[in-house]
């Protein structure tokens, strides 16, 4: 392949030696008990570092109350953050980067997830999602509105697992603003019917997006912090009114505040399905005129397709998913032209060493 995807690149303050980024992948092996990541989680990790490349970890939760999917990684306790140091460590000791990626679902929980209490969203509505529970996917429980002083707590918790992120040794951390979970659903207007401070114009509903990030560039500062944006996405029950005006005031809003990249997910994809056919990718390049720094795209691209996206300078770099499941050794075998594993879905989702650290690397011939 030629160089474009293998190219160096500046993200902020985390220099990369090529832009083939694994996506953030929710896979729901850590401890069921504690979230703590284990030890079947650091080889994982370990096997898919590369020298330069970035991995995104996979949503992290920032609170007890903040869960949806048993079996998700925490940063809320030391423990926590001592089974990511593992992690970490090892993905530094094969030459890689790692950013934390921050979660709090909000609607998109059962009582059974968080602490028996009801899950939170900006605004009651119709929704039927999904959480995953001791019984299975299990619908969520009906949520509650956040009053405005409770806003406080959340952010502190954003700020709290920054600060364990950092101990870490994470290199920085990207808020999860997308796909439907809580900041998203104060962005979207279909799911944020507020009145106060929160609600109602774009700058309103982006105030939450913007008090997290001043809270973790205040544990961080500049370059080490980044954002996930999912416009025009429906997944999760999310939809806005006038998306475009939606999401490049906050991509300029963004452009102000020093981060690292800004991780763009296109609307070929929605949630865990598969590639629309004739979808081209859009969003990043969008948006690229309102935010001025560097972007990732993620949207079920293949080799040839991120190259030729970079090359014509529409995104920075290209995150990749089922692909980097399946292939651990994914930027080699991007770089060398080596046929890709296919990936099994059945074993996305929990369950065990199967489907998650039994992928075969490629035979390499110098």
């Known amino acids: 392949m030629s160089s474009f995807l293998f190219k160096p690149l500046e993200l902020g303050k985390i220099d990369l030696g090529h832009r083939v980024v694994m996506a953030p992948l929710t896979r729901m092996r850590a401890d069921r008990e504690s979230d703590v990541p284990n030890d079947l989680m650091l080889e994982y990790y370990r096997q898919r570092a590369s020298g330069g490349g970035l991995i995104v970890s996979e949503a992290t939760t920032v609170s007890a109350t903040a869960r949806g999917y048993l079996g998700a990684p925490g940063l809320y306790t030391e423990q926590q953050a001592d089974g ?51 019984d299975g996917w299990t619908p ?5 509105a956040l009053s405005t002083d409770e806003l406080a707590r959340i952010i502190a918790d954003y700020a709290a697992a920054s600060w364990r992120a950092k101990d870490a040794g994470f290199d920085g951390v990207e808020i999860h603003a997308a796909n439907g979970y809580l900041i998203d659903q104060f962005i979207q207007d279909g799911s944020n019917k507020r009145t106060d401070l929160y609600g109602g114009a774009i700058r309103n509903r982006a105030r939450l997006l913007m008090d997290v990030v001043d809270a973790v560039r205040g544990v961080w500062g500049d370059g080490r912090v980044a954002v996930r944006l999912s416009p025009s996405s429906n997944f999760n029950g999310m939809s806005d009114s006038d998306p475009d005006a939606t999401f490049s005031e906050i991509a300029s809003m963004l452009d102000l505040k020093g981060l690292a990249y800004l991780h763009v997910v296109e609307p070929r994809v929605s949630g865990s399905q598969e590639v629309a056919d004739g979808l081209k990718p859009v969003a990043a390049r969008d948006l690229r005129r309102y935010f001025s720094g560097p972007i990732i795209a993620a949207g079920g691209f ?24 399946a292939n651990p050794d994914l930027p080699e075998r991007l770089r060398r032209g080596i046929r890709l594993n296919p990936y099994d879905r059945a074993t996305f989702y929990g369950g065990d060493a199967r489907g998650y650290i039994d992928y075969p690397v490629a035979k390499l011939v110098a």
């Open 302 to 325: 293949d080799g040839p397709e991120a190259e030729s996206e970079i090359a014509r300078s529409d995104v920075d770099a290209v995150a990749f998913g089922r692909h980097f499941i």
């Open 140 to 144: 969520v429980s009906p949520a509650r």
């Open 84 to 134: 990511w140091k593992a992690i970490v460590d090892a993905v530094h000791g094969k030459g890689g980067r790692i950013v934390s990626q921050l979660w709090h679902v909000g609607r998109t929980s059962h009582v059974s997830l968080a602490s028996g209490l009801a899950p939170v969203t900006a605004s009651v509505g119709p929704y039927e999602g999904m959480a995953f529970t001791a």
